[in-house]
């Protein structure tokens, strides 16, 4: 038990839709990361928010978008589904040194 | 640009043999180190970190090493169980960021 809930577990949408995702993290936990997981690769780094700030992003495009809120949930959206976007999307939450990882959202864009 | 490569790709091996993992990075400005263990469909769980003063640190059966003038960490398991059939992660944080870089994991099968 991690203390990271991820929400919705799997989806399915289509070509040129828009999703949201959603990830409660712990209490104090004031980072937030986001990573895209396609079948068979490591883990992407898409971004981080910090104290509802984005405060680092990776090699993702604008249409991938976040959001941060003062109760330690956050979200990412991603606009005008492509079928590459078809990954695991994997919310962390840090304190420190220690990140803790949800089970993730699976999407599948048809 | 940090990249993080993990050899082998996939293992498999009776049960109660010793293994080693292998990582590798190639900038060795690093913060830290981590092992991370995922179960099929699973979020990550993370088993072992390291400092990037730190050598070397144990968890039970685990025993992971960090060379950082080498850009190489192994991952020790010894007397493998078939519970521990997963796929491990290798990942690092570069130093003045907080973002993890991955490798792509080694798939491990751990036969009864």
């Known amino acids: 038990e991690t203390g990271v809930t991820q929400s919705p577990t799997h989806l399915i949408k289509t070509r040129g839709q828009q999703v949201t995702l959603r990830c409660s993290s712990q209490?104090?936990?004031?980072?937030v990361s986001w990573y895209q997981q396609a079948l068979g690769q490591g883990p992407q780094f898409i971004f981080q928010y910090y104290r509802e700030e984005e405060n680092g992003r990776g090699n993702f495009p604008p249409r991938f978008s976040g959001l941060q809120f003062p109760n330690y949930s956050s979200e990412l959206n991603v606009n005008a589904l492509e079928l590459d976007d078809s990954a695991l999307y994997l919310c962390?939450?840090?304190?420190?040194?220690?990140?803790?990882f949800g089970e993730g959202s699976w999407l599948t864009v048809v | 640009k940090q990249e993080v490569t993990q050899i082998p790709a996939a293992l498999s091996v009776p049960e109660g043999e010793n293994l080693v993992l292998n990582c590798s990075f190639t900038d060795s400005a690093i913060y830290n180190l981590q092992w991370f263990r995922q179960d099929p469909g699973k979020g990550l769980t993370s088993l072992l970190l390291i400092q990037s003063s730190q050598r070397e640190q144990t968890s039970g059966r685990l025993n992971a090493s960090l060379d950082k003038s080498s850009g190489r960490s192994t991952l020790y398991i010894a007397a493998s169980q078939p519970g521990d059939s997963a796929t491990y992660l290798c990942a690092v944080v570069q130093g003045g960021s907080e973002k993890l870089v991955f490798g792509k994991g080694t798939k491990l099968t751990v036969n009864p």
């Open positions: 209490s104090g936990h004031n980072t």
């Open positions: 962390a939450s840090s304190s420190g040194n220690t990140i803790y």
